[in-house]
């Protein structure tokens, strides 16, 4: 059983940054993707950055893009988002999620088969 966790969430004001972090444990870790995926209160989770384990490769949601950074430590098996540039609407509870094969697209929350139990990032303006 793989279990996630994050940190690295906290209160920060606009413009600054964050770095979260997901360190995966439990059985022998393999993964074909990882991703993060952020909820606003009243609202339906959505993707925010996703990387594939082996070759690295990256994609994100256009709000983010240029301002986060999705990255893996394979030795670690941890995987960070760098937040920079933070505005208040990033406020969120940040999950991130592993999927063991590939059985849909990075954007979509059917795609992953482990969840961590998220942490919140709260961008105060």
């Known amino acids: 059983q793989v279990q996630l966790v994050e940190s690295g969430g906290g209160l920060v004001q606009a413009g600054g940054s964050l770095r979260l972090s997901c360190a995966a444990s439990g059985r022998t870790f393999s993964s074909y993707a990882m991703g993060w995926f952020r909820q606003a209160p009243g609202k339906e989770r959505e993707f925010v950055a996703a990387?594939?384990?082996?070759?690295?490769?990256?994609n994100y949601a256009d709000s983010v893009k240029g301002r986060f950074t999705i990255s893996r430590d394979n030795a670690k098996n941890t995987v960070y988002l760098q937040m920079n540039s933070l505005k208040p609407e990033d406020t969120a509870v940040y999950s991130c999620a592993a999927a063991r094969y590939y059985t849909g697209p990075y954007y979509s929350t059917a795609a992953y088969d482990t969840w961590g139990q998220g942490t919140q990032v709260t961008v105060s303006s």
């Open positions: 990387i594939r384990w082996s070759s690295g490769s990256t």
